[in-house]
């Protein structure tokens, strides 16, 4: 579980699709992911409007919950290549005290963490004050996940969800505020998914916790905007770990998830509720999104003077995401017309009570002028 090597963080390419095999290209520092030499690709950047990363800054130090996972390997990989300082939280039971020691080098503090309980959070945040004296940025990689229909999933599978992924995420905010605000700055990376914006059959549950966070975190930029402290939603869609297959690897090739045996009702091989399981079982390790070129522009999106809320990454997240919300919007044009007054057509006298809709008695008129709307005044003057 060697996290020190960047020979495979150097981000060839203008789009984060495509294979990732190691390279030999010299690593590129500080420059946001530039060129190794002999390549003519172009670089992988975060567009100038948000003024990335530039030549000459001071190394960051940063803190990546969930640091052993795929994508949270990766990026640590890239922090290390780009010559960060970095503390790197792996799960209390999934990697050892021993295994994480190997970690340890000038540039790489190794711990471990339940992001479930306050008090392990709290305790990396002070290790990591106490190794490198300052922290620049945090990132939540962490995430746990049950593939199975809503109904199938007992309370125990739920619960973990919520409280690995949204309280873990509420511990690690309300554990570092204090000294953001303190250092008047500081940067979030939360890493949610596409399933933070999409109803995906299969993953009710944790789609509610990503819903959750997403949330959370938007009310949140609202009320410590003042303090200079900024945050992202990361929102990945469909990435494949960093390794080959021929590398031996301790985590599943869907990462953190466990995959429920349906229920009867739910068995049959065309069901929705299996939608999100034969998604694993007919991608594989051929996830089309690069988890080493997104864990380069998250780098980026860690120094970068104006981030975004959110950073879709993949074609799938694009796609999905913007589907949904067209459909959104599409379904609010088609109910509107409950909500807010239609203007007559021209000619028409807007009903039976002439000119003003409303006949002699105060009543709204009858005729294809009158409109139903849920707001305002009832006829008899009170609040509706």
């Known amino acids: ?11 060839g390419g203008g789009s984060i699709a495509g294979s990732e095999a190691p390279t030999t290209a010299t690593p590129t520092g500080r420059d946001g992911g530039g060129r190794g030499e002999g390549s003519n690709k172009p670089k992988l950047q975060l567009p100038a409007s948000c003024e990335p990363p530039q030549p000459g800054q001071p190394p960051a130090k940063q803190l990546v919950f ?3 996972g795929h994508m949270g390997r990766s990026l640590v990989k890239s922090i290390l290549s780009h010559s960060d300082l970095v503390t790197t939280v792996g799960r209390v039971f999934e990697t050892t005290p021993a295994q994480i020691a190997t970690l340890n080098s000038d540039s790489c503090l190794g711990t471990l963490c339940d992001v479930r309980d306050y008090a392990s959070v709290s305790k990396v945040m002070e290790k990591t004050l106490d190794r490198f004296g300052r922290i620049d940025c945090i990132a939540n990689c962490s995430g746990y996940g049950v593939i199975g229909a809503c109904e199938d999933q007992d309370e125990y599978e739920v619960r973990n969800q919520f409280e690995t992924n949204f309280m873990g995420t509420l511990h690690i905010l309300q554990a570092s505020l204090p000294y953001f605000r303190q250092q008047n700055g500081g940067r979030y990376l939360i890493f949610s998914s596409t399933s933070g914006a999409l109803g995906v059959p299969g993953l009710g549950p944790y789609c509610a916790t990503k819903y959750a966070v997403e949330g959370l975190i938007e009310a949140m930029l609202y009320e410590v905007d003042s303090f200079g402290i900024k945050a992202t939603l990361v929102e990945p869609g469909l990435v494949r770990r960093d ?4 590398i031996t690897n301790s985590l599943p090739t869907w990462g953190h998830f466990l995959i429920k045996p349906a229920s009867e009702a739910y068995s049959h091989a065309t069901s929705p509720a299996l939608h999100a399981k034969r998604m ?14 997104c864990a380069e522009l998250v780098w980026q999106l860690g120094h970068c003077s104006y981030p975004p809320l959110r950073l879709l990454l993949g074609s799938y997240a694009i796609e999905s995401i913007r589907d949904r919300l067209r459909s959104v919007t599409e379904e609010l044009e088609d109910w509107k017309h409950l909500n807010f007054p239609v203007a007559p057509s021209e000619g028409e006298d807007g009903g039976k009570g002439g000119e003003g809709g409303e006949d002699g008695d105060g009543q709204a008129g009858e005729g294809e002028g009158g409109n139903i709307v849920v707001e305002g005044t009832s006829p008899d003057g009170g609040e509706n």
């Not at 579980?1 to 981000?11: L, Q």
């Not at 390794?243 to 021929?246: F, R």
């Open 243 to 246: 390794e080959p297959a021929e």
């Open 66 to 68: 969930g640091g052993t």
């Open 1 to 11: 579980m060697d996290i020190r090597s960047n020979a495979d963080t150097t981000a």
């Open 280 to 293: 694993v079982q007919w991608l594989g390790d051929r996830q089309p999104t690069s988890a080493v070129k």
